[in-house]
């Protein structure tokens, strides 16, 4: 099972930019048929622990997939599809 964390969707800022993640990740994985646990945080100091440098971020596995651009649900699809031909580091 995949892990998957957003961060930024609770961002004090209150942005747009940085609530659209976590619903766009739950589309994207319903949408693919996936199970994955979605973990969200807007947690300064985790961020820059998985390497993020720009909100908003989705870590996959715990590695870095995308960092301070709101994606589609599309290219979080493709960025998941990316991700299934790859082992997992996630907690099952």
Known sequence: ?????SFGASCPMGCPTCATPNN????AISELGLKARVVNSND???A???GVTRLPAIVIDGKVRSQGKALSVEEIKDILRQTEEEPTGGEE
């Open 24 to 27: 766009s990740i739950l589309q």
């Open 1 to 5: 099972m995949k892990k998957i964390e």
């Open 44 to 46: 300064i100091g985790e």
């Open 48 to 50: 820059q622990e998985r």
